[in-house]
């Protein structure tokens, strides 16, 4: 399981780049127009479309690139609605703390989502989840995706609820940065840790689950 193709899944460095440009282009416009929301609103939103645009040339997912679109238009409402420019955090604030519970959740409901991911990219399916030990481990790394998801809300927060519109914005917005992809990247490496650490010695690896003797086939995916 290459880590690469599980960083590509999951966004990848380009995701991020896409993710993050709109929003830097909002910072430095606001800073170069006086502090003005409605131009850098605008020069977000032009940035998102121009994008989107390159990004359907390359054929990649549309629904992907309408998604991001439609993030970066959302926060470009909220700003000009609420005149605070602070508030560009706020969709980001809010995806992220959802992805931490909806992550959490699935946790409890023994169906980690990093297994879920990487089971379904190594063609297993379900089948990881007979495994008691592969079952732990994806829980186990799971929660370190959580903790990423936590985390950004924690930093990201203190900006949003500033009251100097600096700091909010040109801090709000480098936290960001480093939120993004060198935090993605750090997060694999230490979910990629946790399983190996919690798998037991002599286990033969992700690619291979071992099912208990008579233990039931696993659960097939409805199309």
């Given at each position: 399981?290459r880590?690469?193709?599980?960083?590509s899944?999951?966004?990848?460095?380009r995701g991020?780049?896409?993710a993050t440009a709109?929003?830097?282009v909002?910072?430095?416009?606001?800073?170069?127009?006086g502090n003005?929301?409605?131009?850098a609103?605008?020069a977000s939103l032009l940035?998102a479309?121009?994008?989107?645009?390159v990004?359907l040339k390359?054929?990649?997912?549309?629904?992907?690139?309408?998604?991001?679109l439609?993030?970066?238009?959302?926060a470009?409402?909220?700003v000009?609605y609420?005149g605070?420019a602070?508030?560009?955090?706020l969709p980001r604030?809010v995806?992220?703390?959802a992805s931490?519970?909806?992550?959490?959740?699935?946790?409890v409901?023994?169906r980690?989502?990093l297994g879920l991911?990487?089971?379904?990219?190594?063609?297993q399916?379900t089948?990881?989840?007979l495994d008691p030990?592969?079952?732990?481990a994806?829980s186990?790394?799971?929660?370190v995706?959580?903790a990423m998801?936590?985390?950004?809300?924690?930093?990201?927060t203190?900006?949003?609820?500033?009251?100097?519109?600096?700091?909010?914005?040109i801090g709000?917005g480098?936290a960001?940065?480093v939120?993004?992809?060198?935090?993605?990247?750090?997060?694999l490496i230490?979910?990629?840790?946790?399983?190996k650490?919690a798998?037991?010695?002599g286990?033969?690896g992700l690619?291979?689950?071992?099912?208990p003797?008579g233990?039931?086939?696993?659960?097939q995916?409805?199309?």
């Amino acid at each position: 399981m290459r880590q690469d193709t599980l960083v590509s899944l999951l966004g990848g460095k380009r995701g991020a780049i896409d993710a993050t440009a709109p929003l830097v282009v909002f910072v430095l416009t606001w800073l170069l127009t006086g502090n003005s929301i409605a131009w850098a609103a605008s020069a977000s939103l032009l940035s998102a479309g121009v994008i989107a645009v390159v990004r359907l040339k390359q054929r990649r997912k549309p629904r992907a690139v309408v998604l991001g679109l439609l993030s970066v238009a959302v926060a470009a409402l909220i700003v000009l609605y609420t005149g605070r420019a602070q508030d560009i955090l706020l969709p980001r604030i809010v995806s992220n703390a959802a992805s931490a519970l909806v992550w959490a959740g699935f946790i409890v409901f023994r169906r980690p989502l990093l297994g879920l991911i990487v089971g379904g990219l190594l063609g297993q399916r379900t089948q990881w989840r007979l495994d008691p030990a592969l079952l732990r481990a994806y829980s186990l790394a799971s929660w370190v995706w959580v903790a990423m998801y936590a985390l950004r809300v924690a930093i990201l927060t203190p900006f949003w609820n500033s009251d100097s519109d600096d700091f909010a914005v040109i801090g709000g917005g480098l936290a960001q940065v480093v939120l993004s992809w060198p935090l993605l990247v750090l997060c694999l490496i230490a979910s990629g840790w946790v399983i190996k650490a919690a798998l037991p010695d002599g286990h033969p690896g992700l690619r291979h689950p071992v099912a208990p003797a008579g233990s039931p086939a696993p659960e097939q995916s409805v199309s």
